[in-house]
C-alpha cells in the first residue's frame, strides 16, 4: 500500500478521499488555487501545495504542475478523484511516465472508454446496444447538419470528452440544429478543452440507469450493482439511489452482464461506471463509460458496506479484489440508499448559480442512517470559479420508503444563508409523486418544473395571515426569542419587576406590541399581547391564541387556538426559518415602525447575474430588438447563461467585450426607447 498519495482535485471529493487515507494511515498532499487557499481540504491534508490562479486552467488543469508536486512531496500515486483531469489520457500517462500510479484506468483504457464516440464503436463491436448515431471524428458544421438529418430529431448534441450534464442538447427540429451546435461546443471546450461532439437518437422519456464496475491487475472484473439516475434537470443529476425501483431481476442481471462484458473487452482496471439509457419497455442501450469515481458513488457504499476509495488505492497497489467479490462477481444489496446534491442556486432564478459566504450553513448530523460529503463548512466561501455544491446528503434504510423518509428528514435539518440554495427545491422533489412511485424518467423535471418549485400560496386577505400555520410560527419563535434575551439581559432580584416581563407592559393598559415581519416582498405587521407561551396575535378582526408555546432544541411547539403544532425553527440573527415538516419558509425580522420605499423595476439595462465571463456578443450599438431577444451569453460556474433584453428597445450602449470578466450586477447593456 502506499506511504503518500497526491489528490489532484479540491471540494467534497478531495476531502472525502483524505478522510480515507486518514483512516489507512496514508499521508494526503493537497494541492490549491488561489482561490482556495484556505478551502477545506487544504485544511483536512496533511501538506498542501499552490498550483496557480483561480481559473481551472491556470491550477487544476495544470498536469505538469501537479506532478511536479507530487514528486516533490514524495507522493507515489496520484489519485484525481472526478472532473478535472480525472478522464484524461495523456494526465494518466504522464503521471506512469513519472514514476508514479496513477489511482485509475490506464491511458490506453481512457483513450478508448474516455470519448464518448469510440466507446460506442467499441461498445457496438462486442454486442453491446447502442443508440443510433454519429460518432464521426469530422466536425464540419455542414456534415453534422447532414448526420443530423440522417440520425433524425429528436436527437442529442453531447460533447464527446467530459460528463456531468455539460455540453449536452437536445434538439427537436432542424432550424435549431446549428445554434444547439454551436453553444454545445463553446460549453464543452470551456469544460473539457475539447469540442468534438457525438450525435445520437433521443430516446423519448428514458431512464439513466448505471452500473459501477471494478477490475484489477490480476484480470478480475465485477460489477457492484446498479444506481438509478433518471430525477435530472438539464442533464444534472439531482437524486441518485440504489437499487433501482424500476428494473427487474432479468433486466438487472442482463445489465450486469453486459457491463461486465463492456469492461473486460478493455481489460478495465480501478473504478468505472457504464452508464445506460432505459426504455419504458426496458429496451436499454449503452451510454457512456466513466472512467472514474462517479459524484453519486456513496449510495453503493451504503448499501454493500464497501468504501471505493479504498478499493481504488489497494488495485492501484496492485492488490487483487477482495475474494468474495470475485468468488460472488457482485454481491447482494443490504437495504436502499438514496442522495442528493445541496447546491448554492436559486431554482426560482433559473437555477442560477451562486456564490458568497456561507454566513449559516447547518447539516443534519451523520449518523448509522445519514451521511453527509461536504468540501464547505459554516464561514467558507462557495466561489464562483468551481462547482456550487455545498454538499452531498446520503441516507440509508432497510427498505425505499423509509429511506425516502430519511431524506425528508434530513433536508428539513438544513438551514442555509449566504448564497441562496436549491433545498426547497430538494424537499419538494423527495416528495413528489414521480419520486415516490419510482416512475420518474429524465427529462420529468424539465417538463414539469413549476411542480417543484415554490408556488406561493394565494395571497391571504388582510386580517388572515395571522391564521397561517408558518406565518403565526415565524411570530412565536421571534416572541420567544425576544422574551428569552429580555429575561437575560433585564434579569433582577426581584421576580416580580415589570422589567421581568416581555409582554410589552404599560402602566394603566394591558401589554401590545407591533411585531414586523418581511415574507419575501410583503411586509406582515402583527399586534401581540401576551408572554411566557401564551400569546394573542391579532392582524385586523382576525385573531389567533398561542398557548404553552415552547422552544427545544429549535422545535417549536404550541397550540394554536387548541390545535397542537410543531416546527422546526432556525432564527439566525434578523432570519427566521420556519418548516412544518413537509415545506420550509423564510421570514426577516423588520423594524416595528419604519417607511417602505416604492420599489421599480429598471428595464433600461441588462445587468450581470453573476461573477463570470461574457463568451459571445449578439447585437450592437443602434440594434432594435424586441423583448426577450438574445444580447449575450456570458459563462459562469462552467455553465452558459443567455442574457435577454428585458423590454422592446434600442442597444444604446454595450459595455462588454467577449472575453471579458465581469463582476455580478455590472451593467452590460443599456437601452432607449424606440421613438
Known sequence: MFSTILIANRGEIACRVIRTCRRLGIRTVAVYSEADATAQHVRLADVAYPIGGPAPKDSYLRGDAIIEVALASGAQAIHPCYGFLSENADFADAVTA?????????????????SKAGAKDLMASHGVPVVPGYTGEDQDPALLAREAERVGFPLMIKAAYGGGGKGMRIVHRAEEFSANLESCQREAKNAFGRDRVLLERYVEKPRHIEFQVFGDTHGNIVHLNERECSAQRRYQKVLEETPSPFLSVENRTKMGDAAIGAARALDYVNAGTVEFIVGQGGDFYFMEINTRLQVEHPVTEMVLGLDLVELQLRVAAGESLPASLIRNKSIPANGHAIEVRLYAEDPDQGFLPGSGTLQTLRLPPPSRHVRIDSGVIEGDNVSVFYDPMIAKMIVWDIHRDAALQRMRE????????????????????????????????????????????????????????????????????????????????????????????????????????????????????????????????????????????????????????????????FVDAARITIHDGERRDHYEHAPAFAFVAATSVESDRVVAPMPGRIVVIKAKPGDEVGEGAELLVMEAMKMELTLRAPRDGRIEAIQAEAGDFVDADAILVRLEPIE
Open 410 to 569: 434530513a433536508l428539513a435539518e438544513v438551514s442555509v444563508i449566504g448564497p441562496k440554495s436549491n433545498v426547497a427545491f430538494l424537499e419538494r422533489l423527495v416528495r413528489h409523486p414521480a419520486v415516490v412511485d419510482g416512475s420518474i424518467d429524465t427529462s420529468y423535471i424539465d417538463r414539469h418544473l413549476d411542480e417543484f418549485l415554490d408556488s406561493d400560496s394565494p395571497d391571504q386577505d388582510q386580517g388572515e395571515r395571522v391564521r397561517t400555520p408558518l406565518h403565526a410560527a415565524a411570530i412565536v419563535s421571534l416572541l420567544a426569542d425576544e422574551s428569552a434575551a429580555i429575561e437575560v439581559a433585564r434579569r433582577s432580584d426581584d421576580p416580580h419587576s415589570p422589567w421581568q416581563r416581555a409582554d410589552g407592559w404599560r402602566h394603566g393598559h394591558p401589554g401590545k406590541r407591533l411585531v414586523a415581519l418581511l415574507h419575501g416582498d410583503e411586509r406582515i405587521e402583527i399586534a401581540a399581547r401576551g408572554a411566557e407561551g401564551n400569546y394573542q396575535l391579532i392582524d385586523g378582526d382576525s385573531r389567533i391564541t398561542i398557548s404553552h408555546a415552547r422552544m427545544t432544541d429549535g422545535w417549536l411547539s404550541a397550540l394554536h387556538d387548541g390545535v397542537a403544532r410543531r416546527h422546526r425553527v
Open 98 to 114: 513519472a514514476g508514479l500510479s496513477f489511482i485509475g484506468p490506464p491511458g490506453d483504457s481512457m483513450r478508448k472508454m474516455g
